[in-house]
Nanobody, 119 residues
Framework: QVQLVESGGGLVQAGGSLRLSCAASGGTFSIALMGWFRQAPGKEREFVAGIGRRTGSTTYADSVKDRFTISRDNAKNTVSLQMNSLKPEDTAVYYC????????????WGQGTQVTVSS
């Protein structure tokens, strides 16, 4: 059973930067993809970025491309999201998620970390 714990959220002014981290434990050998999602108040959860655990290939939502960077450290079982040039519309609860070799979609989720960008 994979467990995920996020850290690094907070309050930042528009144009600033934050770095989120996600630590995975328990069955990490089975993880194929790790990703970041976010959910703003009154909105549905949306995909932000993903990375292949073995390949390192990355995908981004258009809204964050060229501003956010996802990376992984397999030795430490962590995935990070560097967020630059933050905008008020980036305000949301950010969730780390994992898809394993046997799951059809992202099946494991962290508890979420709040990111608030003030204008």
């Amino acid at each position: 059973q994979v467990q995920l714990v996020e850290s690094g959220g907070g309050l930042v002014q528009a144009g600033g930067s934050l770095r989120l981290s996600c630590a995975a434990s328990g069955g990490t050998f089975s993880i194929a993809l790790m990703g970041w999602f976010r959910q703003a108040p009154g909105k549905e959860r949306e995909f932000v970025a993903g990375i292949g655990r073995r390949t390192g290939s990355t995908t981004y939502a258009d809204s964050v491309k060229d501003r956010f960077t996802i990376s992984r450290d397999n030795a430490k079982n962590t995935v990070s999201l560097q967020m630059n040039s933050l905008k008020p519309e980036d305000t949301a609860v950010y969730y780390c998620a994992a898809k394993t070799l046997t799951s059809s979609d992202y099946a494991y989720w962290g508890q979420g970390t709040q990111v608030t960008v003030s204008s």
